[in-house]
C-alpha cells in the first residue's frame, strides 16, 4: 500500500510541475487549471484511503466547511479583489503551520516522531521552523490584506528604528529555536510563535502600496516553504514537494516583478513606497501646465483617421470591468482597417498576468497581445495609443527625472506616438503617489472618467 500511495502522490507531483507550467502563458492556463486540479485530487483521494487515518468525521465536517466558504468567495470575488484574496488565503496556510507545529509538539506520538521530552532535534527543528515561518506568513498576509483592501492605508507607515527592531526579532526568534531545541519547553515555543507573528506585522507595515503586489508574491512563498515544513512534520513527501515548488515559484515570480520595477527585494522591504489612489490631488494643473481635456467624440474622430492603434490596459481597466468594452472597440477599429495592438506592462494590475486573464476573459485573440519588450519600439511608429487606467507604468518620469522614486522603472513608450489618449477617473497620482508628467504633454488628450462608460461612449460615437 505504501508504494502504491508513493506511485499516486508521484504523479500528483508531476500534475503540478505541469500546471505551473501551463499557467506560464494564457493560452495554456486552462490545461495549468486543469492538470493542478486532477493532481489535488489524486493527492485528497489517495490522502483519504491511506491507513493513516483514523476517522473520516471531521475530515467531511473540514471539507464541508471549508469547501463551502471557498465556494462562496469564488463566486462573489472580483478579478480586481485576487491580489487581496491571495494574501488571505496565504494567511491560513501559515496559520495551519503553526497549528500543525503546535500539535506535533504537544502530541507527537501522534505524528510518529517520538514522546513529549524525547523529541529528535530534526523534529524541534523543523517545528520551530514551521511556526516561525507560518506565523510571519500569517500577521503579513493579513497586513497585505488590508493594505490592497484599503482597510489600512497603502502608505508606508515607518516607525523609529525599524530596521533595528525588525532585526532584533529576527535574530530574538533564532535563538529562541535553538533554545527550544536544547530545552523542548513550551513557553520557548510560543515565544516563537509570539516574536515571528510581531515580526509578520512589522515587516510588512512600512512598505507602500506600490509595492504590495511584490510582497504578496513573497508571501506566497513564505507560505510554500510553511507548507513544506509541515511536510516534514507530517512525513507527506507530496507535501513536502508541493510546499517546494509554491516557495520556489512565489520567489522567482517576486523576482520578475522586481525585475519589472528595475528594484531589488531588500529596496522593496527596505524602502518601500506608494499610496492609495484616493489621496492623490486632483488638480488639473501643475504648475504652468495644463492637461487638454477631451471628449467620446473626439477620440472616436481620433480612432476611426488612425492607422495604427496600441491598446495599453492598467489597473483601471480592472476596475470599470472594461475589456469587453475594449475587446468591443477594437473589433470596430479593425473591421475600418485599423491595426490594433495590446501593450502589456511586467507589473500592470497587480500581479503578473492580470491584464492577460482580463483580455482573455474578453476572448482578445493572443496573438494581439504583446509583452513590453515585444512592442516598446512600436510607439513612434504608432497614430494612436489608447491608454486604460494604467498609469505608473506609462510614467516618463521613470527615464528623464532622477529625483523620482521609480526612475529606472522599465515603462511603456507610449509618450512616443503620435496621439496618447489617456483613460482615468481624476488627473490625481496613481498608486505608487506620483504625479504623471505624460498627462500635461500636447500629444495627451485626457479622457476624464469611468473606463468602461468611456469606452462604450467612443463605440457610440464612431458607430
Not at 178 to 204: D, E, H, K, R, Y
Not at 287 to 315: F, Q, T, W
Request: charged share 15%; proline share 4%.
Amino acid at each position: 500500500m505504501q508504494e502504491f500511495t508513493g506511485l499516486i502522490y508521484l504523479i500528483a507531483a508531476v500534475c503540478f510541475i505541469m500546471a505551473l507550467r501551463g499557467l506560464s502563458h494564457p493560452e495554456t492556463a486552462r490545461s495549468g487549471l486543469m492538470y493542478g486540479m486532477v493532481g489535488m485530487a489524486l493527492a485528497i483521494a489517495t490522502t483519504l484511503f491511506s491507513d493513516v487515518i483514523t476517522s473520516y468525521i471531521p475530515i467531511i465536517a473540514g471539507v464541508a466547511v471549508g469547501g463551502g466558504i471557498g465556494a462562496m468567495i469564488a463566486k462573489k470575488i472580483e478579478m480586481t479583489a485576487l491580489p487581496q484574496l491571495m494574501a488571505a488565503f496565504h494567511s491560513l496556510v501559515g496559520l495551519a503551520a503553526v497549528f500543525v507545529a503546535g500539535a506535533a509538539f504537544y502530541d507527537p506520538a501522534a505524528f510518529n516522531i517520538g514522546e513529549p521530552g524525547a523529541l529528535k532535534i530534526s523534529s524541534l527543528i523543523e517545528m520551530g521552523l514551521g511556526a516561525a515561518i507560518g506565523a510571519i506568513t500569517f500577521t503579513g498576509s493579513l497586513i497585505a490584506w488590508g493594505k490592497l483592501q484599503g482597510t489600512i492605508s497603502g502608505k508606508p507607515l515607518v516607525y523609529p528604528m525599524q530596521h533595528q527592531i525588525n532585526m532584533g526579532l529576527g535574530v530574538a526568534a533564532i535563538v529562541l529555536i535553538g533554545i527550544f531545541c536544547m530545552t523542548q519547553s513550551p513557553l520557548i515555543f510560543w515565544l516563537i510563535v509570539l516574536a515571528a507573528l510581531a515580526l509578520g506585522v512589522l515587516l510588512i507595515v512600512p512598505i507602500g502600496g506600490a509595492d504590495m503586489p511584490v510582497i504578496v508574491s513573497m508571501l506566497n512563498s513564505y507560505s510554500g516553504w510553511a507548507a513544506a515544513g509541515i511536510g516534514f512534520t507530517l512525513q507527506n513527501p507530496l507535501l513536502i514537494v508541493t510546499g517546494a515548488l509554491v516557495g520556489a515559484s512565489g520567489a522567482i515570480l517576486s523576482y520578475i516583478m522586481c525585475k519589472g520595477m528595475n528594484r531589488s527585494l531588500l529596496n522593496v522591504i527596505l524602502g518601500g513606497f506608494g499610496g492609495d489612489d484616493a489621496a492623490a490631488g486632483a488638480a488639473a494643473d501643475m504648475g504652468d501646465r495644463s492637461a487638454k481635456l477631451g471628449a467620446a467624440e473626439d477620440a472616436a474622430y481620433i480612432l476611426k483617421n488612425a492607422g495604427k492603434v496600441i491598446i495599453v490596459p492598467g489597473y483601471g481597466m480592472a476596475v470599470a470591468q472594461a475589456q469587453h468594452a475594449l475587446r468591443e472597440m477594437a473589433d470596430l477599429l479593425k473591421s475600418e482597417g485599423v491595426d490594433v495592438k495590446y501593450a502589456i506592462h511586467p507589473v500592470a494590475g497587480r500581479m503578473p498576468g492580470h491584464m492577460n486573464v482580463l483580455l482573455a476573459e474578453a476572448n482578445v485573440p493572443y496573438d494581439e497581445v504583446f509583452e513590453q519588450e515585444d512592442i516598446n519600439r512600436d510607439f513612434s511608429q504608432t497614430d494612436v495609443v489608447y491608454v486604460v487606467g494604467a498609469n505608473d507604468i506609462t510614467n516618463p518620469a521613470a527615464k528623464k527625472d532622477p529625483s523620482s522614486p521609480i526612475y529606472g522603472m522599465p515603462v511603456l513608450d507610449v509618450e512616443n506616438a503620435k496621439t496618447v489618449l489617456f483613460v482615468k477617473r481624476s488627473l490625481g497620482s496613481g498608486y505608487a503617489g506620483i504625479d504623471n508628467p505624460l498627462f500635461y504633454q500636447d500629444n495627451t488628450m485626457m479622457l476624464l472618467g469611468d473606463a468602461k462608460k468611456m469606452t462604450e461612449d467612443i463605440i457610440k460615437a464612431m458607430e
